[in-house]
Structure formats: structure tokens, C-alpha cells
């Protein structure tokens, strides 16, 4: 500045406050954030490429266990609950699908959150600039688990083929995917309250494995099971609306009644997921505490 040259900058009161005014930290978005790991996670796993041949014999091991089951089912009878062959194979196909979105990406995740709480180092998630339940939930994913996802749509394509009564295509092409979405989405609810009761409980990794082996279930339809089972499949843990109701929309079975109750589950078990969440980041006491 020359001499005898004067700033009004400093007495500018609109100036002062914009100097005195901190900088708020800028969140990183949701889905930017979901991609970083996803890319991460995608150079990790392509450093062992080993690995999908095994996912790979491993999905076809497990899908053709599930078919050799239909096909003794079939030996015996036309249809099961009102299901046709084309339409419990589509059944398998949202099953194995919706198997590899949780084995990919939920399941990882929640037991990352659970080692830890348990271990106290949440705080590393905690004090980064993001949601930390987004970061929490996106944080580990298992690409070559993908192979499930591709196996079950090659499914669900041969089904759809297979059934080709081509009554409305269009409702159903817009439906299934909405209403799959909406499955994986109830099922991460349930999985992160699984997860989160570790801020009081001790020994979560059994709910977690008995909830696995009750997702076997789900490669039928709810409605062949007891009425009792029925429920518990449905309201209590959210495999009814995970498989069997995006399968009903792609198989022209779905109702709006079922429609409406879905969303309702959803909106539901999204809110009190998070409600959970808060409550446990309450109690986490962390390294740092």
C-alpha cells in the first residue's frame, strides 16, 4: 500500500462481520461419499482377482443348491402357495439379488460398526465431516459380492421370459425396481438396529448370524410358511418385504394394499432406525471418553 493511500475495509462494518464470521465445515454429500469408498473398496479387491473366481464358484454352488430344491418341489407338484415354477424361480432370482446387496455392502458395514464400538474406535467416524451413519454405512464394500447380484438378475430375466404373459410389462418394470430398492432399504434399517445394540449389549455377532440363516427362508414366498412364521417373516424380521414383495410386483401378484404397507414399513423402520442410532451414540462412551 502506498503512503497515504487509505483502506476503507476495516471500517466497512459489513466487511468486519464477513472477516469475523467462521467458516462453516462443508459435509460431504451422501452419495460423493458413497462413491470414494466404492472406488477404494473396488482397488483393494481388484488387487486379488483370485477372489472372484471363488465368489463366482461360490454363487453358482449356492444358486444351484436353491434350483436343485425347486426342482424336486416341481417333481411333485405344479404349484406351491399358488406359485407357479416361472414365478418361485423369479422368487430366487430377487432372493439372490437381494442376498448380494447385503453380503456387498450391508452386512460388512454393520459388522465394521460393531468391531467398533466394541473396540471403542467409533470415534474415527465420529468427528469426520459427515453424516456419521452414512459414513458408518458405506464405508466397507465387498465388490466381488456383486456376483450374486448379476447371478440373480440372470434369473429373474429367464423367469420373466419363462412366465412372457406380457400383461402390463411397463407397471411391472417400474415397480420392481422401486420396491427392491425399498427391500434393501429395510433390511439395512434392521441390520443398523442390530448393530447399534451394541452400544448395550455385549454379544451382538449371534443376532447377526441368526438373522442369516433366517434370511435362508426368504428364497420362498412368505405365504408358504405358517401363518405364525408368516408374521415373524414379515413385521418382526423384514424378509417378506426385502424378497417376496418385490418379487410379487415382477411376478403381477403385487396388490396396492401390499404396495401401501411396504412404504409404510420402510418410512417406518427408517425412522426408528435412526431414532436407535441417536439413542446409542448417547451411550458410546469411545477411546477419546
Request: aromatic residues 10%; contains cysteine; positive net charge.
Amino acid at each position: 500500500m502506498m503512503p497515504g493511500s487509505r483502506s476503507e475495509a476495516p471500517n466497512d462494518p459489513q466487511t468486519r462481520s464477513a472477516a469475523h464470521t467462521p467458516v462453516p465445515f462443508r459435509r460431504t454429500g451422501g452419495v460423493r461419499l458413497a462413491w470414494s469408498f466404492f472406488r477404494v473398496g473396488a482397488m483393494n479387491e481388484l488387487q486379488y482377482r483370485a477372489n472372484f473366481l471363488l465368489q463366482l464358484v461360490q454363487s453358482m454352488l449356492t444358486l444351484g443348491a436353491g434350483l436343485v430344491g425347486l426342482a424336486i418341489v416341481f417333481g411333485r407338484t405344479t404349484e406351491l402357495a399358488g406359485w407357479s415354477k416361472p414365478q418361485l424361480l423369479a422368487v430366487m432370482g430377487v432372493f439372490t439379488m437381494v442376498g448380494g446387496i447385503i453380503r456387498s455392502i450391508v452386512q460388512p458395514n454393520m459388522q465394521q460398526l460393531v468391531e467398533d464400538v466394541q473396540r471403542g474406535t467409533l470415534d474415527y467416524a465420529l468427528t469426520k465431516p459427515a453424516s456419521a451413519q452414512t459414513l458408518v454405512s458405506v464405508r466397507q464394500i465387498q465388490i466381488w459380492q456383486g456376483v450374486d447380484i448379476v447371478a440373480g438378475l440372470i434369473v429373474l430375466i429367464i423367469a420373466v421370459v419363462q412366465m412372457d404373459d406380457g400383461t402390463d410389462a411397463l407397471e411391472r418394470a417400474i415397480a420392481f425396481p422401486v420396491l427392491l430398492l425399498l427391500g434393501a432399504w429395510c433390511i439395512y434399517c434392521f441390520w443398523l438396529m442390530l448393530a447399534a445394540s451394541s452400544f448395550w449389549l455385549t454379544r451382538v455377532d449371534e443376532m447377526q448370524e441368526l438373522f442369516q440363516g433366517l434370511y435362508r427362508s426368504g428364497q420362498y414366498p412368505v405365504g408358504v410358511y405358517p401363518p405364525w412364521m408368516r408374521y415373524g417373516l414379515t413385521f418382526l424380521v423384514p424378509i417378506g418385504f426385502a424378497v417376496t414383495v418385490p418379487a410379487e410386483a415382477v411376478t403381477g401378484r403385487l396388490t396396492m394394499g401390499t404396495l401401501g404397507v411396504a412404504v409404510g414399513v420402510a418410512v417406518g423402520l427408517g425412522l426408528l432406525s435412526r431414532w436407535v442410532w441417536h439413542r446409542g451414540l448417547r451411550r458410546y462412551g469411545g477411546a477419546s471418553a
